[in-house]
């Protein structure tokens, strides 16, 4: 059974920063696409980052040049480091894992930027 819990949400003002870590468990973590997406209430979730299995990354015109994904196959985890934070950051944000056509979820974790 795959899954994959969230940490590292919490509240921080304006200009702060904060580290997301994904723990995964149950796949074949270097073989799976990790990213991260967010959402707000009444509104789609959205992606935030993508990093591919073999390290190629993609991020959201939002975030570019403030929020960086990586990952650590050894320890089968994916990390997303926000930096410069603004008011529109704050939404849950979700890990999430691709593997062909199979996906997966994590549960959330809540990000609050106060101005």
């Known amino acids: 059974q795959v899954q994959l819990v969230e940490s590292g949400g919490g509240s921080v003002q304006a200009g702060g920063s904060l580290k997301l870590s994904c723990t995964t468990s149950?796949?074949?973590?270097?073989?799976?696409?990790m990213g991260w997406y967010r959402q707000v209430p009444g509104k789609q979730r959205e992606l935030v980052a993508m990093?591919?299995?073999?390290?190629?990354?993609n991020y959201a015109d939002s975030v570019k040049g403030r929020f960086t994904i990586s990952r650590d196959n050894t320890k089968k985890m994916v990390y997303l480091q926000m930096n410069s934070l603004r008011p529109e950051d704050t939404a849950v944000y979700y890990c999430?894992?691709?593997?062909?056509?199979?996906?997966?979820w994590g549960q959330g974790t809540q990000v609050t930027v106060s101005s």
């Open positions: 999430y894992r691709k593997y062909r056509e199979y996906d997966s």
């Open positions: 149950g796949l074949i973590f270097s073989v799976n696409d």
């Open positions: 990093i591919s299995s073999g390290g190629t990354t």
